[in-house]
């Protein structure tokens, strides 16, 4: 079983940035592709950004790109989101999420392919 524990949330102007951590339990976190994703009130969870397993393959959504960096850590069993130039649509929870039995080099922005959750980490943007 792996547990995965997001930190680095909060409030932040627009324009602002913000990094996000998510730790994760276990011995083979260099086996999981990692992603992030997000949730805003009255809408549904959508793909932020994904990570392959070494880290040399990364992905964004539309909305983020240019502005998010996804990274991880292998020997420190960590992912990261950084977050700059923030902005009020920006405001969600953002839950990591770990995927198994993936090729090495691959990733996916579908969270139905995901296996393990974090609890989330909510991130608010003022105007």
């Known amino acids: 079983q792996v547990q995965l524990v997001e930190s680095g949330g909060g409030l932040v102007q627009a324009g602002g940035s913000l990094r996000l951590s998510c730790a994760a339990s276990?011995?083979?976190?260099?086996?999981?592709?990692m992603g992030w994703f997000r949730q805003a009130p009255g809408k549904e969870r959508e793909f932020v950004a994904a990570?392959?397993?070494?880290?040399?393959?990364?992905g964004y959504a539309d909305s983020v790109k240019g502005r998010f960096t996804i990274s991880r850590d292998n020997a420190q069993n960590t992912v990261y989101l950084q977050m700059n130039s923030l902005k009020p649509e920006d405001t969600a929870v953002y839950y990591c999420?770990?995927?198994?039995?993936?090729?090495?080099?691959?990733?996916?922005?579908?969270?139905?392919?995901?296996?393990?959750w974090g609890q989330g980490t909510q991130v608010t943007v003022s105007s």
């Open positions: 999420a770990g995927q198994t039995g993936i090729f090495k080099g691959s990733y996916s922005t579908t969270g139905s392919s995901y296996d393990y």
């Open positions: 990570i392959s397993r070494s880290g040399g393959n990364t």
């Open positions: 276990g011995r083979t976190f260099s086996s999981y592709a």
